[in-house]
Every structure is written in C-alpha cells, then in structure tokens.
C-alpha cells in the first residue's frame, strides 16, 4: 500500500467498477471534498518519499489527513532497491475515523 494502512478506493472509472466488483459500492465526490485531504500528482516532487516512507516500512504514523489521493506505484520492488516510481491508475486512502465509518457502512 503506498500510502499506508486505511480504506482505499479511486476515482478512476474502470479501476473503480473492478474494485466495486470485488469489494461493494462508492462514495461520492461530494462526501470527498469535504475532507482535510492532500493529493499528489504523479510529477509531484514530494509523492516518491511518502511512498517511499510507507511501502519500505518507515511510515508507521498516519499521515495528518484524513484522506490521501495520487497514483500508484507499479514497480515497487524495483523502487525500493533506487529505482525510478512508475506510476499509474488512482488511489484514494482514508484514515482514521473516515476509515471505520466507511469499514462500517460496508458491513
């Protein structure tokens, strides 16, 4: 998980119907915006360190958002051995209480 542990979804259309397939039903963009959020682009200088906090292990503390939004990593092996990120698709994180409501609703 690139972004640390909590309950992901994307806005990507495709991405989102194969995971609404396997795991159940979205969450409108409306409800996203009213977060305390960050989203990275995939150019964004900052977005290969915290990735690279979360995927090698380092990231233990939840990031002060409540929501997370950026790329994926593709090549995470390969990144964590130096690497250049390859990213691609959309992922977005929830943390914290955000993340149970939405663990809840599921149930």
Request: aromatic residues 14%.
């Amino acid at each position: 998980m690139d972004f640390g542990n909590g309950f992901y979804t994307t806005r990507d259309y495709e991405q989102a119907a194969g995971w609404a397939a396997k795991f159940g039903d979205g969450i409108a963009n409306s409800d996203l915006a009213a977060l305390n959020s960050r989203t990275f682009a995939a150019g964004d200088p900052e977005l290969a360190d915290f990735a690279r906090e979360f995927r090698s292990g380092v990231g233990t503390e939840t990031p002060p958002n409540e929501m997370v939004e950026g790329p994926m990593l593709r090549n995470v092996r390969p990144f964590l051995r130096g690497a250049s990120p390859v990213w691609f698709g959309n992922q977005v994180v929830f943390y914290d209480e955000t993340e149970a409501l939405l663990n809840a609703a599921l149930r």
